[in-house]
């Protein structure tokens, strides 16, 4: 467990480097009592004053351990098992910090945008090599695992926070994969999941971080495959008359030809770009519409609050030769009531079977 007394007080205000549209974003950098940085993102400068904190114990990481059939790294965080799971929306943990109420993540009266350290994080700086295992490899599960949390409103998504609250989440995505690779991360992961289909434990509008001390599996193909010469700008050209569902600032929203999940959509810029931070200001500003107009789609399309799981694909540390950033949503919806379950097959050879045709997809989604 860290402590104040034994961590540098921080308490500071600096102004975001950043393209998005809209005008300054500043950042508060706050060191909570329990030892984790909590950072306030705003068009202005955040000053409030402090309400009363929680001082909890706080897990240092789990451990590593490489599948040797899979080639893959994967954390083991037992810790995780107590995290919050649904709790009252009296208990919401990601609320402010209210006078007379209980002491949440967030210990002031109100805020824009925050990103905090996971009190349950799987991956940490701080994380302890882990005892030798005979025959197995194993590893500290070193990075960061961070929260990020929308808005201070308890209900919400990414298309009703509307287009300056997303303009301020990329802005704050761009700070963090920074800072984030700054600190030695090699390979950064801004995802949220939606609803509890896919295991979302928290109704309060929030995505995540993980800043990952190895680059996943996943990516790493990705990255070979555009170092090879994979020219994504060549596909969303060919695939925009008949798989595209909207244009905005350079940026394409569309269903893959590839697509692995019923109705998945991809954002991108037309052009190659690393990541968020390599985009000019209008493609940001088209990023932030797409972000809120594919959400749309879907909960109108469905009927419902979409359960998803997105992610932005961006570089890893020091960049790959050609790679193509994508923001991703994988839907677990095939039907409004019904889930696409990934089972056996998926789960034992990475082969999908997809239900709905990507053609058909982008036909379904963009009539709404």
Known sequence: MSTAQDLTAIDNIEQVETDVPGGPIMRRSFRKVDGRMLYLYGREPHTLAVMHQQDDAIATGGELRRHPLRGEWNIYAAHRQNRTFKPAASADPLAPTLPGGPATEIPFEDFELAVFENKFSGLHPQASQPARMDGAETAAAGGKCEVVIYTSEAQGSLHTIGQDRRRLLIAAWIDRYRNLFSEGCAYVLPFENRGEEVGATLHHPHGQIYGFGKVPLVQQSAIAAFSQGYDLSAEIALAMPDYGLAEAGGMAAFCPRFARFPYEVWIAPE??????????????????????????????????????????????????????????????????????????????????????????????????
Do not use: I
Not at 312 to 327: I, K, R, S, V
């Open 271 to 368: 052009q190659r770009r690393d990541g968020p931070w390599d985009c000019s200001a209008d493609e940001l500003d088209g990023f932030a519409h797409l972000l809120g107009d594919v959400t749309r789609r879907y909960d109108a399309f469905f009927g419902r609050p979409t359960p998803y799981m997105f992610a932005l694909h961006a570089a890893p540390a020091g960049g790959c030769e050609n790679y193509h950033f994508t923001a991703q949503f994988y839907p677990l919806l095939r039907a409004a009531d019904r889930v696409k379950y990934l089972a056996s097959v998926e789960q034992h050879t990475g082969v999908f079977t997809v239900d709905v045709m990507p053609e058909t997809a982008a036909a379904a989604l963009g009539g709404v």
